[in-house]
């Protein structure tokens, strides 16, 4: 294990000591198996008042899981998904969506990954020809892959916009806490018009739990049904389930003394050292040496860099190339912070940065 913070990816993080704290009093004794058990009933009241008394929670072990499980649920078995070209669903998930769910991506240009409601008509003139696979589900993910942040109106258009054309909507919330500090607004809030959402908590302080959410009421008992048996098709049933259920719970119910709970504590903190770190990079942008090429909007800064600037900064701390740079010198890389992020991480890097620069 390492001591060092680095700013490769919010999953390099360790596990918050307060759902440590909640795995660990989930623990002793038995307890019944496959989530009929008091840590998951607590998980469930929980979900019903975060995302409304409607709403119906389902812990699986990880993002990817939730996502193909969520589509699943959502989609025939001859539809097919519509998303960012950058969504992890479409790039990260080394196919999963079609191979396990059967399902094809469909991806639509999103330069700062979020997809506009307009460009949906790329393929819903596809709806109804025998020959294309269906766009019955748009997923959206928020924040997005690229660090920006739907607003809720851009959110509520988009949302709409697939609604009215016939589509079920997915979030691929891995991110979602982020989103709803970055926004103020509450996770419900942050999801406006989606009917399902993969909640994440890995990212934001678990150690390894997640959930598909049902939020529109309109699908519950329809999802009620077909979820649990999907979840374990898929191989996403955790039978001491009780530990997911804890982790979640406790990022949605921990508070602090002035009652900001955990999921909210972790990811503002974390996108505030993500808007710090683009602040002590900034003064290098001024002089030419690098180029932001997203909008901050959550925990990731992404930027265009020398690769010399780039092989001194990873001599202590590690991070992503995202893809080539502008020329053959430079490289795209995406820094991400994280719930332990610490201020000084971000000094020493920014410092390093601008000496090895100058
Ligand atoms: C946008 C997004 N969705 C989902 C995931 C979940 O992936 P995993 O299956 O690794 O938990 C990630 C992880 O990087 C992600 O960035």
Request: charged letters at 20%; a negative charge.
């Amino acid at each position: 294990m390492s001591q060092t913070r680095h700013f490769a990816s919010d999953n390099y993080a360790s596990v918050h000591p307060e759902v440590l704290a909640a795995i660990v009093a989930a623990d002793g004794g038995h307890e019944t198996a496959y989530g009929a058990d008091a840590s998951t009933a607590a998980f469930d009241a929980a979900v019903a008042d975060v995302f409304g008394a409607d709403a119906l929670g389902f812990p699986v072990f990880n993002g990817t899981g939730a996502n193909v499980v969520s589509l699943m649920a959502l989609s025939p078995r001859w539809g097919g998904v519509v998303a960012s070209e950058h969504a992890h669903i479409n790039v990260d998930e080394n196919g999963a969506p079609e191979r396990v769910g059967g399902l094809k991506v469909l991806p639509l240009s999103a330069p700062d990954g979020r997809m506009s409601p307009d460009s949906l008509e790329r393929w819903t003139p596809d709806l109804g020809d025998e020959h294309r696979a269906q766009p019955l589900v748009l997923s959206v993910t928020q924040a997005t892959e690229l660090g920006t942040v739907y607003s809720l109106e851009a959110m509520r258009a988009l949302t709409d916009a697939a609604h009215a054309a016939g589509m079920r909507v997915h979030l691929d919330g891995a991110r979602i806490a982020n989103a709803a500090a970055a926004l103020g607004v509450s996770l419900a809030e942050a999801c406006a018009g989606a009917d399902v959402l993969s909640f994440g908590g890995t990212k934001n302080g678990a150690m390894g739990a997640e959930a598909v959410i049902v939020l529109n009421p309109e699908l519950r008992d329809e999802l009620a049904a077909s979820l649990p048996h999907l979840r374990k098709a898929t191989m996403q049933l955790g039978s001491k389930m009780r530990y997911a259920s804890a982790q979640l719970t406790a990022l949605l119910t921990s508070t602090d003394e002035a009652g900001a709970p955990l999921w909210l504590r972790n990811a503002s903190h974390a996108n505030a050292m993500a808007a710090a770190l683009r602040e002590e990079l900034a003064p290098l942008e001024s002089d030419g040496a690098l180029r932001f090429t997203q909008a901050t909007e959550a925990n990731a800064v992404f930027v265009e860099i020398p690769r010399t600037l780039a092989a001194t900064l990873r001599e202590s701390t590690r991070f992503y190339d995202w893809q080539a740079g502008s020329t053959p010198d430079t490289v795209e890389v995406r820094l991400m912070a994280s719930w332990d992020t610490q201020a000084e991480d971000v000094a020493s890097f920014g410092a390093l940065a601008r000496s090895s620069a100058a």
